[in-house]
């Protein structure tokens, strides 16, 4: 069974750029979230979906946006880049057939705003 | 508001010895806690999951205990080896409205 795969695992922008971030959950997974995770900030959640709906949103300011297809890939933006921004930026699906609660996560898209 | 605290400072200690760490929590009752590894630059993987009607839970040289008076959890890894080098992360259930909350995580290092 394939995992979690996010693309690009990593990627340069400057300061007022935009960028997207894909996701792809594990077959059969239909909530996917998203986190930023930066040096001595911990995992901080971004937003979660689940069939096509954002059911929460973390403390992040409106340039941060998302989207949920109907295969469950999910994809995140950031508009007007600020060096802030540089992060790891990381997603985790679950809720298959079996939900344990465990959430499984992808290796991430290192994010550098120059 | 709800909050998970863990030792934010790294945790070092000599090969074999038993490496313990600490995940507690304020202000609700979760009904389970994870337990994930990370390695630097890597996502984190699930470890153990145990629920609050276990007192403990084991696999292989890991073990978890949960305890609901001291609103805590701790993380034991016995005989530790310097592959058990990584930051663990403790997480409860997310909040009713699918909000998902990590502890900062506890950096251990292994020495040998």
């Known amino acids: 069974k394939a995992g979690v795969t996010q693309t690009p695992r990593y990627l340069i922008k400057t300061r007022g750029q935009q960028v997207t971030l894909s996701c792809s959950p594990i077959?059969?997974?239909?909530?996917v979230s998203w986190y930023q995770q930066t040096p001595g900030q911990g995992l901080q959640f971004l937003f979660e979906?689940?069939?096509?709906?954002?059911?929460n949103k973390g403390n992040f300011p409106g340039r941060f946006s998302g989207r949920q297809f109907s295969n469950s890939r999910s994809e995140m933006n950031v508009s007007t880049l600020e060096l802030g921004d540089s992060a790891l930026y990381l997603c985790?699906?679950?809720?298959?057939?079996?939900?344990?609660?465990?959430?499984?996560f992808g290796e991430g898209s290192r994010l550098t705003v120059l | 508001s709800q909050k998970i605290e863990q030792n934010s400072e790294a945790l070092n200690i000599q090969e074999g010895k038993t490496a313990t760490l600490t995940c507690n929590y304020t202000?609700?009752?979760?009904?389970?806690l994870q337990w994930y590894r990370q390695d630097p630059g890597r996502g984190p993987v699930f470890l153990l999951l145990?629920?609050?009607?276990?007192k403990e839970k084991r696999k292989e040289r890991l073990k978890v205990t949960f305890d609901t008076t001291l609103k805590q959890s701790l993380f034991h890894i016995t005989a530790s080896q310097p592959a058990d080098s990584a930051t663990y992360l403790c997480?409860?259930?997310?909040?009713?409205?699918?909000?998902?909350?990590f502890g900062t995580g506890t950096r251990l290092k292994v020495l040998a």
């Open positions: 985790a699906s679950s809720g298959g057939s079996v939900n344990t609660g465990e959430l499984f």
């Open positions: 077959s059969g997974h239909r909530s």
């Open positions: 979906y689940f069939s096509e709906t954002q059911r």
């Open positions: 202000n609700y009752s979760p009904a389970y």
């Open positions: 145990i629920r609050e009607n276990e």
């Open positions: 997480a409860p259930p997310p909040t009713g409205t699918y909000k998902y909350i």
